[in-house]
């Protein structure tokens, strides 16, 4: 991957190339940042700019054969440590080094841009949750105590080092405290507080942002052909997160369709048109219980940013103009007498849809009690 692949931080880009060009890498970094920054990303093309021997100014060169397998993930010099669980292929005794293959595809059919939760999917871990162990770490350091195989350096990756455990952690500390020659640790991490202060003390930390709104908009447009104003309301609601706008962008015809029918539904509640909210009801029934549950939760986002509207925070709303119009209308309903009895109201619904509860008569009550708390002065 070239710096030219990443969506925005230029910033951030600057800062590593110029590390690189005044000889000034430091051995161990902490790349710390929100999810969907581009942390991995940034880190790929920092390595590949390290080991491209045929770099520019800007960008590694991007087509020597160095660069070549950089972009397959397949460098000799580049080594990956990442959170894995058991799965029907490896049923124990995980580590990164037996899903190499597996991560090489999944890291560049996203370009970079992934999460814990879609890699445990592509993995099909089930519900266990990935983690790194003292294998993964003994694995490192065998592989950092040789020599290079073709470039000056040798690069770790550490993806989600959050998920190392204490004695892995502990083991890795002992490689940070005392480097092989040439050796350049990449930590990428979401949750600082979860790292050991002893780990975080030995890096050199590089504060990711989230990627500027504008920058994910035009992304958006560039890379998946997106209309201009989807793109913008996309951007809007991600807050610099490129993995939650493309979601929302998949996602886009849900959540227009939670819009609509909640708006419709707040407005036959309005009206206090009875009949109307038992035929909405019996509508409503035919959803499945998951998209029940997502337009509950929908109506609680609603209920929470009218919150901020009332409290002259409307900036802060992040919502495509259209929903930010209703909601700014909905917000002046909500008040400090029934604020909590409609939030309380909402959240119970999901609950009793999660335990199979009729449908048809969760809505209907709820509308029903809806019509009286929007009334409430």
Not at 40 to 54: E, F, S
Not at 94 to 120: A, C, H, I, K
Not at 302 to 323: C, G, K, Q, T, W
Request: glycine residues 4%; contains cysteine; charged residues 25%.
């Amino acid at each position: 991957m070239q710096f030219k692949d990443v969506i925005g931080q230029s910033a951030i880009k600057q800062r590593l190339i110029q590390s690189v060009r005044e000889n000034h890498v430091s051995h161990a970094q902490l790349f710390l940042g929100p999810a969907g920054s581009g942390k991995l990303p940034l880190a790929l093309a920092y390595a590949q700019y390290i080991l491209c021997p045929n770099r520019t100014e800007t960008d590694s060169c991007g087509v020597c054969p160095t660069c070549q397998k950089m972009q397959k993930l397949a460098h000799p010099d580049l080594h990956f440590v990442v959170p894995t669980a058991t799965t029907k292929r490896i049923k124990s005794n995980p580590e990164s080094d037996l899903f190499m293959e597996e991560w090489r595809e999944f890291v560049t059919q996203n370009q970079g841009y992934v999460d814990t939760s879609s890699w445990y999917t592509f993995l099909d871990v089930e519900n266990k949750q990935g983690y790194m162990s003292v294998r993964d770490a003994a694995s490192l350091l065998r592989k950092l105590n040789m020599k290079s195989y073709e470039g000056e350096y040798k690069i770790a990756i550490i993806w989600m080092a959050e998920k190392m455990r204490v004695d892995t952690a502990n083991k890795l500390l002992k490689l940070l405290e005392e480097p092989p020659e040439k050796t350049v640790f990449l930590l990428i991490a979401e949750d600082g507080e979860e790292l050991l202060a002893t780990i975080k003390s030995r890096t050199a930390l590089v504060k990711i942002p989230a990627i500027d709104i504008n920058e994910v908009q035009s992304a958006l447009v560039e890379r998946l052909g997106c209309p201009t104003q989807q793109a913008h309301d996309a951007a809007v609601i991600s807050e610099g997160n490129w993995l939650n706008a493309c979601h929302f962008v998949k996602e886009s015809e849900d959540r227009k369709f939670f819009f609509t029918t909640f708006q419709q539904w707040m407005r036959l509640c309005f009206r206090a048109a009875y009949p109307e909210l038992i035929d909405f009801s019996a509508n409503i029934k035919t959803l499945g219980r998951e998209k029940q549950k997502e337009l509950l939760d929908y109506g609680l986002r609603i209920v929470r940013n009218s919150l901020l509207f009332n409290n002259n925070l409307a900036e802060i709303v992040m919502l495509p103009d259209d929903e930010k119009t209703f909601n700014s209308k909905f917000a002046p309903f909500v008040n400090p007498t029934n604020l909590t009895e409609i939030a309380e109201l909402l959240d119970e619904a999901i609950r009793h849809i999660e335990r199979n509860g009729n449908a048809q008569i969760i809505f209907t009550d709820v509308g029903f009690k809806m019509v009286g708390l929007l009334k409430r002065k």
